[in-house]
Structures are given as structure tokens and as C-alpha cells.
């Protein structure tokens, strides 16, 4: 009996492997449409979700069909199984903010043989794993420009503390490298005190924050990288009646931090203009397949947004933007 | 004494942590953090308390985590659409009973392993929440937060509802037969059956309540910040259960104090703010969290040695 | 008399084939590839197929250790956290310890082999309940890996022999499947073919019955959670290799991948009931799920969905006829409900 199933099921696999079709490499080229995947971090992540506003206008601008997945669970392997499957599946170009630089490199490179293009977006590969990178901004632009404002709200001394994701992010960890190389060649009079973990949720940053509060009383700022902990702070500092008192400052959506901009407990949300960047990624990526950009540009024609400039193989979207009191409230994203 | 000695333990593990806190940094003790704290611990410690009541039953769930933050966000959207709080609350409520009685129909009617049935929930619950959030925060009208209570009033409130319910409980669990009789149908459910009691009918109550426990704790959370952040409740399930355990209660059925289960709350809840006070690296907070849970489960082991090898 | 005896026997057998777990599973499985094959336009390639395989090799590693120990009635929620804690070690004795690959990989079998000891001293030996003892080693492991790398440091630049093993093929298949198969192969021989499977069975059943018996249980016992140690450390080196980076947070929600695929294939998960090719075929039904759901251009988040729908349905299959056998039944000669166990 036991080896009968045993049978059954390597013949119905064997079966459908063998009766189909082989796999033939890259289609979308003689007139079909092309296909473009793209992959955030992380699915449910508002972040991502308004990059992919802006993607889906270029996708019906450009007429091309948009695959877009990503991992729901935080196993840093998710992004490379839904690499390859999109490879098997055959799409025309790989648009990926990557979570683990490394390990998806494997996976980037292996489509790249297949001949499917790759671009990175937000977070970047391996250089050799990809075609290009679109930068927003750079992680040392980004890292400098929090560490020089929050130098510039403490007036450059006294301590502070990052709260983060998780231990483990690679994106913030670089961050919070460059962060710490810009305080200890610019700001000496500085001290980071902790760097804690939120698990990316707003409640556990709010309660950290709290702790930080008490337990530092000399703390001067909290600087919140990732987006659910910057309201967690600001509600901790409000609750804790520090408000002005303690600055916050973090990496967000300016939805979600508009209150607290206003009443003043948070001082700057830096970020970027998330709608462009998505509308950039499936511009490039669309071109790139079609050959109107090439490696080796200077410069790249990017619709709406302009003449952008191409650094190596990095497209810059810009500079990080600082919403703030006098202007967040343009912005509904 | 001997009969309590488990709760006794972790009630001076958890003496001996807060000592060593008020010589080493006695800014853990300031009042505004230290009510911050234990606001934000309410909704634990219900969650906490009903756990325990499904685990007394020799059943167990681990979905509540997920059902937390559905019922959150329920209450975030009913809340944004303006109805009034009674309303909010009463229907929080019954969508975390009826989301309980989902399990509880499968557990107690089918007859199928709660292990098996709370984790094809949970999974169901979030993913499905998921799909649909998409990760956006909830913004809530201003009147909320707190219910409409000013800052200090309001922890109080949350504080005073999660310890209500406790005291409830824990007075019920001595002197309500409705939930002594869990301890009956945990220790030997076909016992109590033969004894004129209907252990299907409770186990399908007692998931039931959970729910409902676990809608009145998201509610408890989401009055505390302006925001419904739709991820909150993840890894719940896995404090209320530790909490449980550290506090006493067997997995296997038939024992369990309440005021154990309060203790291992506190206790739990303290590691990280130690952590932070005592200025220690924030990466070895689940080493330490892992290692408490060992050791409670080792002393249960060691007290209760069976005499026959 | 014989004949048509033979033949009555013959269609009762034939019945109690069709409705035995595993058909029911392995129809689902052909079903979900007849669909995903109509839907999806590269579902049914051989491409797709090694990638099911490469995708599932480790969670399946993780689901067939675990099938022993659900069979003793037991369960171990730690061997993700176990993976990812032997991943990072690996990498660290490769990189920083200094030692060659292979040795490096001995080293991390054995570590494995100890954390799955600690499991099993605490619950064959000490009797504790394995749900709060892996509870534990769950948050324990977990912690570990992160305090080793301090959350931050990441294993990488493996040299391209080491990450053949996940990447690339080896006589037709991809290289990790030959030790899937392998391991696979010795689980089944294991509980299937050897006095020992039976005894885990026994164990399940009734684990004082068996200890009167004049069974070993504590041994047994002790036996599952150490192999389930072993293999977790040897699925941490083909994550590795596939992914070609050790993290600290390797294997996040492995377990439960492993526990459904396991509950799937029709063993209880109270324990004494239960087959390896069951669980093979639980891991295939969940992976094709998976796979087949992004070609048919659905979002993630339903996979997970109609994993939890599939793992409701397959329970609930199994349990309606006897409730609706038991409703049928004439009250007085309906027996006492059996005990409710956890």
C-alpha cells in the first residue's frame, strides 16, 4: 500500500513535468506585452503600497502588465523563491527592493542568465546582480540626513536614540552604520545612547520609546528608522509629557505622522517622494526592456519626472525630502 | 502554602527582578512610565487570564494573537464610521465571540485537536487581514483615545478593567461553579461527563469567552493611541501562553491560579524595560524570555515528580 | 463460498483504499496540479517542478523529523529557531573559526544534535510537556542566534562548491533533493520497517502502557527530538547554500509549516497514528499550493489562506463520518465519548 502512493505521486508528477511544455526563455518580445514584476520588502507595508501607486501609473502609461508580490512572512529566503518563480514563469524585467543584499543576489543573478533584466529599487543587490539601481537617495544620503537634522534640533549635543525594525534588517542596518560613522566624524559632542527594536510594530515602538524616555532622562531626541515607529514614539514622548522637550524625528509616511507634526511632538518625517519612485521603477524597467535605456547612460528621460541623472548604474530619484511642520500637509500619501 | 508553592516562586522571582530594579535604576519606578507600562500590559494580562481558562480545559489557542488584531481593526474602522463607544465596544466584543465560537464549534462539535484548529485560524485571520489592510493605520476620531478620558484618567480606567476582569476571574475559578467545573472537564473530562456535567458544551464556552475576552482586550489597545496599527497582536499569542505557563498553569489540563498567572504577566512584561534600565544589549531579550520559560517548566517538573518510575 | 467472498473483500478493500487519508491528500494534490497546469502557463514545466523541490527541500527536512515526534504524541515548536541558530553557527565556524567547509558541517550537525538534546533531556527524561519546553527553546534558540550575531552580522561568500549544493543540479535533480531523498527514505525505513517505529507508535498511544510494556521510552523519546536536532542542522546548511547568506532569523515560521504539512498527511496530532508518506504528501499538497498560486496570478496572502482552509477541511474530513456514525447510532448502544486529550 505505502508503496503504491510512493508511485502514484512520482508518476503524476513525472507526468505533468514531462507532457508540457519545455521551458523556453524569455518571451515579451515581438509585440506582446511586456511584464514587469515588482517586489517590495514586504507586502502589507503602507510604504511599499504607495511606491506602488506611483507604479501602476507608469504601468498604464507605458502598456505594460505589472506582476506585484512579495513576502508576508519575515524568512529572509521568501524573496528569492519568488524570484525564481517569476523566472520560471518568465517575465521580461525583475524590479526588487531587497531585503537580504547578499542572499538575493543569488536569485537576481540567476534571471540575469535567463536574460531577464534586473533593476533594484530602495534597497540594492549586489551590483553584479543587477542593471541598475533606482536610488531615491543614496543609504549614506539618507543616514547623513538624519543624523544633520537630528544635530540640528539638539543644537549638536546630548544623547539620543534609534529605535529600529528588527535586529536583523539589512537596509537599516546600513543606515545605522552611516548614522553612526556621521556622529563620530561630525557631531563628538553626541552620544547614541540604544538602539532598540520595534519588530516593526507601532505599539512595541511606543512602549520602547517609553522606556527609552525613563531610563535615559538626559535623552535629548529619539530618531525612529522605520515607518510604524515614528507615531509609536511621538505618542510615547506625548504621553511622557515631553513634548518639545524630547525631538522626534524619523523615517515615515507623512499620513501617518501629520498629527503630531502639528502639535509639535514630532519635528521632521524624512522621506521621499514614494509616488515617484514606484512611477520611476517601472519606468526604467519598462525602457530597459525595450532598450531606450541603456547601461552605461548618463542620463535618463524619465517622463514626467524629468532629465534625472544616472551616477554609474545608479538612477537618483533626489535628495531625501524633510516634511515638516510647513508643508506636510501638501502631501497625501 | 505547599499548594501555591508554584505561584509563590514566580511571585518572588518577579520580588526579587523589581528589588534588584530599585537599587540598580530606580527610574523603572517613576510613575508616568511605570503607568504607561502597565496601561499597555492590560490587554496582556486579559488575554492572559482567558488563555489560562482554555488551557485549564486541557484545550489550547494560539489564534488570539490574530483575532486581536481583527477585532482591533473592526473596532478602528467602527469607530472612524463615528458610532458611538457602547456600540464599538459591545460589537467588538461579540465579533471576538464569534470568532471564538468558530474554534469552539470546531474544537468542542468536530471533536478536532485545538492545536490543529487555533493554528489553521490563525493563519486564516491573518492573512486574511492582511490581504485586505494591506498594512494602512486606522485613524481614529480625537474623542477616542482614552475614551475621551484625559491621559492619567484613562490608563487608570484600562488598568482598573484589565484588574477587574482578573479579580473576577480569580474569584470566580474558587467560587463560580461554571468555572470550577473547567478544571473538572481538564482533569478528566470523561469523569466529569459521568458526574452530570457536559464538558463539550463548556470547552465550546470557554472558546467563546476567549473571544469575546480577546475583543474586549483590543479594544483596551486601540483607545491608547490615535492609531489602529492593523500588525498589532503579533506574537500575543506566544506572551499570553508564557505568561500562563510561567504562572503555573498546565498545559495538561486542571491547574492553574489566576493571581500565578498575573504574576507571570508582570514578570514577563519586566524583562525588556529591564533590559533597558540596566543597560543591557536589547538582543538578548528573547535568549532571556526563552530561558524563564525553561526554567518554570523545569521547577513544575522537579516539584512534581511521580512517585512510580 | 470463496469466490464471491473474494470478490465482497476485494470492493471493501478498494473502499477503505479510496477513503483513506492519503488518497483523499493525493487527490487533492492532482487536483491542485490539473488546475494550477490550466491556469498557469509555466505551471507544469520541469523548470517549475525543481522549483517546488528547491523551495520546500528544508521545510521539508523540518516536516518529516517532525512526523516521529508527533507520532510519540509529542511536538517540538523550536526547529525553526533551530535552524536559524545552526545557520549562523555554521557560518561563523566557517568564517571566523576558521574551519573548512565539511568540518564546519560536522560541527554544526553535532550542535544540532546537542540542541535537540536539551529537548529531549527535558522531555524524556525530566517529563516535561513538549509544547512549553519547545516553547521555550523556540524563544531560546531564536535568542541565541540573535546574540551571536548581535542581530547584525550575516555569513556570506561562500565559495561556489559549497553553494552548489542548493543552487545547482546534481544528476538531473537539484543537488539538495538527493539529501531530502535520502533523509526522507530513512525516516520512512524508520517508523515504517523498525521495531523502533513501532514503538513510537506504542508511545503515542499510551505512553505508561508502553513504559509497563517494557519499552525504553525515555530512550525512544530522547531518539526522535536528537535526530530532530540533526536534521534541523542539516537543513540550516542547505538553507544556506540555497540562499547562499546565513541570518540570524532563518527558518521564522518554519514549525508551523512543518506541524500543518504533518497534521495534513493524516497523522494525529495527539500521536500512535500517522505515516511518512503522509506527510510527504501534505509537504507537496502545501508547496504546489504555493507555487501554483503565484502562476494563476494570485496574491500571497490566499495561499496562506487556503492552507489554513485546506488543514480545517482535511480535519474535519476525517472526523464527520464518525460523528455523523455517532449520530446514527441507537443512544443506548453508542459508547461513552472518548476522553478529550490536549
Known amino acids: 500500500m505505502n508503496r503504491f502512493f510512493a508511485l502514484a505521486l512520482c508518476a503524476s508528477l513525472a507526468l505533468f513535468s514531462s507532457c508540457n511544455k519545455s521551458s523556453d526563455s524569455g518571451s515579451g518580445s515581438n509585440g506582446k506585452k511586456l511584464t514587469v514584476a515588482l517586489m517590495p520588502k514586504s507586502k502589507g507595508n503602507a510604504y511599499f503600497i504607495s511606491c506602488k501607486a506611483g507604479a501602476d501609473e507608469a504601468a498604464k502609461e507605458m502598456g505594460v502588465d505589472l506582476l506585484f508580490d512579495g513576502p508576508t512572512e519575515p524568512d529572509p529566503a521568501k524573496q528569492n523563491e519568488i524570484i525564481d518563480n517569476w523566472i520560471t514563469l518568465g517575465v521580461d524585467v525583475i524590479a526588487a527592493a531587497c531585503e537580504n543584499k547578499e542572499g538575493i543576489s543569488t536569485a537576481l543573478k540567476r534571471a540575469r542568465e535567463k536574460g531577464i533584466k534586473v533593476i533594484t529599487y530602495d534597497s540594492d543587490a549586489n551590483p553584479d546582480a543587477r542593471d541598475f539601481f533606482i536610488n531615491q537617495a543614496t543609504p549614506e544620503g539618507i543616514a547623513q540626513t538624519l543624523m544633520d537634522e537630528a544635530a540640528r534640533l539638539t543644537d549638536s549635543e546630548g544623547e539620543f536614540a534609534i529605535i529600529t525594525a528588527s535586529l536583523t534588517a539589512a537596509n537599516m542596518n546600513e543606515w545605522r552604520k552611516d548614522i553612526e560613522a556621521r556622529l563620530a566624524a561630525k557631531y563628538p559632542k553626541m552620544k547614541l545612547v540604544e538602539t532598540k527594536p520595534c519588530d516593526d510594530l507601532k505599539d512595541k515602538a511606543q512602549t520602547e520609546a517609553t522606556n527609552l524616555l525613563s531610563a535615559y532622562p538626559n535623552l535629548k531626541l529619539i530618531m525612529a528608522i522605520c515607518s510604524p515607529a515614528v507615531p509609536g514614539a511621538a505618542e510615547a514622548v506625548k504621553q511622557a509629557g515631553k513634548t518639545g522637550k524630547v525631538k522626534v524625528i524619523g523615517l515615515g509616511l507623512p499620513s501617518e505622522n501629520r498629527k503630531y507634526v502639528h502639535e509639535g511632538v514630532t519635528q521632521s518625517v524624512i522621506l521621499w517622494k514614494t509616488k515617484d519612485l514606484g512611477y520611476l521603477t517601472i519606468k526604467a524597467a519598462a525602457d530597459l526592456a525595450n532598450g531606450k535605456l541603456k547601461p552605461g547612460a548618463k542620463e535618463y528621460d524619465a517622463g514626467k519626472l524629468g532629465k534625472l541623472k544616472v551616477e554609474g548604474d545608479s538612477i537618483v530619484l533626489g535628495q531625501p525630502f524633510i516634511f515638516n511642520e510647513s508643508n506636510i500637509d501638501q502631501f497625501d500619501f | 502554602m505547599k499548594k501555591y508553592s508554584r505561584e509563590l516562586t514566580v511571585a518572588g522571582v518577579l520580588v526579587l527582578l523589581l528589588l534588584v530594579l530599585a537599587v540598580t535604576a530606580p527610574a523603572f519606578y517613576d510613575p508616568q512610565p511605570m503607568l504607561s507600562r502597565l496601561a499597555r500590559e492590560a490587554p496582556t494580562l486579559i488575554l492572559a487570564c482567558g488563555v489560562a481558562l482554555v488551557m485549564v480545559c486541557r484545550q489550547i489557542d494560539i489564534s488570539i494573537g490574530s483575532m486581536f488584531a481583527v477585532c482591533g481593526v473592526c473596532s478602528g474602522l467602527l469607530a472612524a464610521e463615528g458610532h458611538p463607544l457602547a456600540v464599538v465596544l459591545a460589537a467588538t466584543i461579540l465579533i471576538g465571540a464569534v470568532l471564538g465560537a468558530v474554534n469552539g464549534a470546531l474544537v468542542a462539535g468536530l471533536r478536532l485537536p485545538s492545536i490543529v484548529v487555533t493554528l489553521a485560524t490563525m493563519v486564516i485571520l491573518r492573512e486574511g487581514l492582511r490581504w485586505q489592510q494591506q498594512g494602512a493605520f486606522i485613524n481614529l476620531p480625537d474623542a477616542w483615545q482614552w475614551f475621551g478620558l484625559s491621559q492619567r484618567g484613562g490608563q487608570f480606567t484600562l488598568i482598573g478593567c484589565a484588574f477587574l476582569v482578573l479579580v473576577v476571574l480569580a474569584w470566580a475559578s474558587r467560587n463560580f461553579a461554571g468555572i470550577r467545573f473547567l478544571y473538572a472537564v481538564g482533569t478528566n473530562a470523561e469523569a466529569a461527563r459521568l458526574a452530570g456535567l457536559r464538558p463539550q458544551w463548556m470547552t465550546f464556552a470557554v472558546f467563546v469567552f476567549m473571544g469575546a475576552l480577546t475583543g474586549l482586550a483590543a479594544l483596551l489597545n486601540v483607545v491608547q493611541s490615535p492609531q489602529v496599527d492593523p500588525k498589532s497582536g503579533t506574537g500575543l499569542e506566544l506572551e499570553a501562553i508564557a505568561a500562563a505557563v510561567v504562572g503555573g498553569v498546565a498545559v495538561s489540563g486542571g491547574r492553574g491560579n489566576l493571581w500565578g498567572v498575573f504574576a507571570g504577566v508582570l514578570l514577563l512584561a519586566s524583562i525588556n524595560p529591564a533590559l533597558t534600565y540596566l543597560h543591557v544589549e536589547p538582543y538578548w531579550e528573547k535568549a532571556i524570555q526563552g530561558a524563564i520559560i525553561l526554567l518554570a517548566v523545569i521547577f513544575d517538573g522537579l516539584r512534581n515528580r511521580p512517585e512510580v518510575s | ?342
Open chain 3, 1 to 342: 463460498m470463496s469466490a464471491p467472498e473474494s470478490n465482497h473483500g476485494t470492493t471493501r478493500r478498494i473502499g477503505a483504499l479510496l477513503f483513506r487519508h492519503e488518497t483523499v491528500l493525493l487527490i487533492v494534490l492532482v487536483a491542485e496540479c490539473l488546475y494550477f497546469n490550466a491556469v498557469g502557463r509555466r505551471f507544469g514545466t520541469l523548470d517549475n517542478t525543481f522549483d517546488i523541490m528547491r523551495h520546500s527541500a528544508e521545510i521539508g527536512l523540518l516536516a518529516l523529523v517532525m512526523t516521529p515526534i508527533i507520532l510519540t504524541g509529542g511536538i517540538d515548536l523550536s526547529v525553526g529557531s533551530l535552524l536559524g541558530l545552526c545557520a549562523i553557527l555554521f557560518g561563523k565556524l566557517w568564517r571566523d573559526a576558521g574551519l573548512s567547509l565539511p568540518v564546519a558541517a560536522v560541527c554544526t550537525l553535532a550542535i544540532g544534535a546537542c540542541a535537540g538534546g536539551l529537548n529531549a533531556a527535558l522531555i524524556a527524561r525530566l517529563r516535561l510537556p513538549a509544547l512549553i519546553v519547545t516553547l521555550g527553546t523556540y524563544s531560546l534558540f531564536r535568542g541565541l542566534a540573535e546574540a551571536i550575531t548581535r542581530g547584525v552580522d550575516t555569513f556570506t561568500d561562500f565559495p561556489d562548491s559549497f553553494l552548489a549544493l542548493g543552487q545547482k543540479h546534481f544528476a538531473g535533480l537539484p543537488t539538495q533533493v538527493w539529501f531530502f531523498l535520502a533523509v526522507a527514505i530513512g525516516i520512512w525505513l524508520l517508523v515504517h520497517r523498525t521495531s523502533f517505529g513501532r514503538s513510537f507508535r506504542a508511545i503515542g498511544f499510551a505512553p505508561e502502557g508502553a513504559r509497563f510494556a517494557g519499552l525504553p521510552v525515555a530512550r525512544r523519546v530522547a531518539l526522535v527530538y536528537i535526530l530532530a536536532g540533526v536534521v534541523a542542522a542539516l537543513a540550516a546548511i542547505i538553507y544556506t547554500a540555497r540562499l547562499g547568506q546565513a541570518k540570524a532569523d532563518a527558518g521564522t515560521g518554519y514549525e508551523l509549516f512543518a506541524i500543518t504539512a504533518v497534521v495534513l498527511g493524516g497523522t494525529s496530532i495527539f500521536g500512535g497514528t500517522g505515516s511518512v508518506h503522509g506527510t510527504l504528501l501534505g509537504v507537496a499538497a502545501i508547496a504546489v499550493l504555493n507555487n501554483g498560486l503565484v502562476h494563476a496570478r494570485q496574491p500571497r496572502e490566499v495561499a496562506g489562506m487556503l492552507t489554513g482552509a485546506l488543514l480545517l477541511a482535511a480535519l474535519g474530513a476525517s472526523e464527520i463520518p464518525k460523528l455523523l456514525a455517532k449520530l446514527r447510532a441507537p443512544r443506548h448502544l453508542a459508547g461513552p465519548p472518548p476522553i478529550s486529550p490536549p
